[in-house]
């Protein structure tokens, strides 16, 4: 059976059966990949920005997982259910849902999430009012696609959103981003564009114009550009955006969702992480889909594994800075996959450097990295970072006495 074994050169973990013969794992802390830049969830149930201010699961949920960011939705149907004054470099404040109850909810949301948790809003559009679309109800399309009238106005409806929410709350919201935007080649699948598509055109204008009106109003929120996957179409977009320099200066980072990586070939993912192994602008994983595993069976261990699995892929072959677990719910004492992330988000924290690593044996794969959650070089010697190699038996440790037995995988207490 195959075991996909998540490492941070420390113990990070869950145990190889007692019979399994010894495996060599090296890590070679002189080759440093990339640096860990948010970890965070998605608030699923607020990607309209209505409901209640902060229901208490997900307030839960917020306590419970230690993270420095969460993605959540913009009420822009709401927020300007018409437009404004026609023109986009003037805003009309009587134009805008002020004070309408999804807004003020995802407002005070907002205010909560910084003010109580200590976490970054990252706001994500699924959908826009009608009068911005070309396509308000496409018919039988197997995705929405909507597509936008009007790019300026887009842009100007969305900084004015952002201004409305700092001047409220003191808040700035530091990224925001369109989910799922681009679409994917027929050959690719021809998935993307949920709920509303862009073109590769597109977000260069929209991006260029937002960054104009952001700038103007004093906003210093930066763009994600969302896709739904890693695949070559979706590649070749996101490279050509990324290569006006116009746009570079307004983006953070490029958001890609992992619900197809547990299966998609070698190639694919190795060709997107060498793209972002060089490039200025980073990759996250904004939809991280370990909460599937849940619904596949299996005790809290075997869902570690895949969870683990896809960890691996997700930092060490699409060269992510960060990943964003997608929620149905917050996770309950005695869910499985509550116990997996909250193992991994301990030790996966911001300022965590992943470095090349390797196995004996192909059963297990892994990432490790060089620091620990305190900043700490793991394995230091006279200064520097060193060359180490463990050795595991019936269980994955470091030597010498750097391993921190509260750092093993565990799952629930049995009965």
């Known amino acids: 059976m195959k075991h996909a074994i998540a490492a941070t050169a420390i113990l990070l973990a869950a145990a190889l059966p007692a019979t399994a013969p010894a495996q060599t794992v090296s890590a070679d802390f002189g080759r440093r990949m990339q640096t860990i830049a948010a970890n965070g969830i998605n608030m699923e149930g607020y990607h309209v920005g209505q409901w209640e201010e902060l229901r208490e699961d997900f307030a839960a949920m917020l306590r419970q997982l230690p ?16 437009n404004d004054n026609g023109d986009a470099d003037s805003i009309r404040w009587e134009g805008f849902g002020t004070d309408h109850i999804f807004v003020t909810r995802s ?5 909560r999430m910084r003010e109580e948790f200590g976490v970054d809003v990252w706001l994500s559009i699924w ?3 009608d009068w911005l679309l070309e396509n308000p109800n496409p018919a039988g399309a197997l995705h929405p696609a909507r597509r936008i009238n009007d790019i300026d106005e887009a842009a100007e409806s969305i900084c004015a959103l952002l201004l409305h929410i700092k001047r409220q709350t003191g808040v700035e919201v530091r ?8 679409q994917q080649d027929r050959e690719d699948g021809g998935w993307g564009g949920y709920n509303t598509l862009l073109t590769a055109d597109e977000y260069i204008r929209l991006i260029t114009k937002a960054g104009e009106l952001f700038r103007r109003h004093g906003l210093h929120t930066k763009w994600m550009v969302g896709t739904l996957s890693i695949k070559p179409s979706e590649l070749r977009q996101v490279r050509e955006i990324l290569a006006d320099r116009r746009v570079r200066r307004h983006v953070a980072a ?10 998609m070939d070698d190639g694919t993912i190795r060709r997107w992480g060498d793209y972002f192994a060089k490039s200025r602008i980073p990759a996250l994983c904004g939809e991280l889909d370990n909460y599937k595993s849940d619904y596949r069976g299996g005790d809290w261990a075997e869902h570690g594994m895949m969870t683990a699995r896809l960890y691996n892929k ?6 992510s800075v960060g990943s964003f677990p997608w929620f149905p719910a917050v996770p309950e004492e005695a869910s499985t996959y509550r116990y997996a992330d909250l193992h991994f988000f301990a030790h996966i924290p911001s300022g965590f450097t992943v470095v ?10 892994l990432f490790i990295g060089d620091l620990l959650p305190t900043g700490d070089s793991v394995i230091e010697r006279d200064g520097a970072p060193e060359f180490r190699r463990f050795d595991t038996s019936d269980h994955f440790s ?13 799952g629930p207490p049995r009965g």
Do not use: K
């Open 314 to 319: 997700v930092y060490n072959d699409t060269r």
């Open 356 to 365: 090349a690593s390797e196995s004996s044996d192909d059963d297990i794969q």
């Open 398 to 410: 470091a030597e010498p006495a750097t391993a921190r037995p509260q750092l093993s995988l565990r």
């Open 107 to 111: 407002v005070n949301r907002i205010r």
């Open 127 to 129: 959908n826009l009012p």
């Open 175 to 182: 990224w925001v981003s369109f989910n799922e935007s681009l």
């Open 67 to 82: 993270c420095n960011a969460a993605r959540i939705g913009a009420p822009m149907i709401e927020w300007e259910p018409a």
């Open 254 to 263: 490029v958001d890609f969702h992992g619900y197809d990586i547990y299966d």
